[in-house]
Structure formats: C-alpha cells, structure tokens
Nanobody, 123 residues
Framework: QVRLVESGGGLVQAGGSLRLSCTAS????????MSWFRQAPGKEREFVAA????????RHADSVKGRFTISRENGKNTVYLQMNSAKYEDTAVYYC????????????????WGQGTQVTVSS
C-alpha cells in the first residue's frame, strides 16, 4: 500500500508561483511513476504532468507547458509541481498519483491517489 500526501496548495495571484509537493510512504517510491492531475469545480479530472521512476520520461499537458514543471527527489520520496505564471483557469484541486508501472506517463488508471490540495488563483 502507498500513501500519498499533497501539500503546498493555497491562494496565489495571477502571474504568481506556487510549488506543490507530494510525499509517498509505504512502498519503494523509487520504482513508481508519478503524476499530477487536477479537477476544477464542475469539470472532469484532467492530466497535468507525469514523470517516470527515474525522471527520464516527463510529460506536461499543453495547457501548462512552459509554465509548470514536474520533478522528483527519490531520496525524499517526493514529487513536486512547480507552478509559475499562474492563471485563473489553473484554479482546481490538485491530486498526486502513483503507479508501480515505472514508465507510465499517460492515462488515468494510476493505482494510488492522494487526497488533493486546493490551488486558487485570484485574477
């Protein structure tokens, strides 16, 4: 079993920056692919970014490309989402997800999910 805990959410002004963290416990984090998703009120959950176990494979959604960056520190069992140039439409609950398929960087069928952290961008 893997437990994921997100942190770092909050209120940020448009154009500002925020860094989300997701810390894993319970199993060997190093072998897991990790991803960030988000869900805005009244909308479906959408993919934001993904990273393979070693960081060799990284994907970002077109909507955040050039503004958000996913990274990981396996020694700290933590994955990050650096959010720069925040926009009002980035307002959502952000979820961290993990999967033992080490190179998984697409799809929504991740095995483990966190509880989410709220990000609100004021215009």
């Amino acid at each position: 079993q893997v437990r994921l805990v997100e942190s770092g959410g909050g209120l940020v002004q448009a154009g500002g920056s925020l860094r989300l963290s997701c810390t894993a416990s319970g199993r060997t984090f190093n072998n897991f692919a990790m991803s960030w998703f988000r869900q805005a009120p009244g909308k479906e959950r959408e993919f934001v970014a993904a990273i393979s176990w070693s960081g060799a494979v990284i994907r970002h959604a077109d909507s955040v490309k050039g503004r958000f960056t996913i990274s990981r520190e396996n020694g700290k069992n933590t994955v990050y989402l650096q959010m720069n140039s925040a926009k009002y439409e980035d307002t959502a609950v952000y979820y961290c997800a993990a999967d033992p398929r080490a190179y998984k960087t697409s799809g929504y069928d991740y095995e483990y999910w966190g509880q989410g952290t709220q990000v609100t961008v004021s215009s």
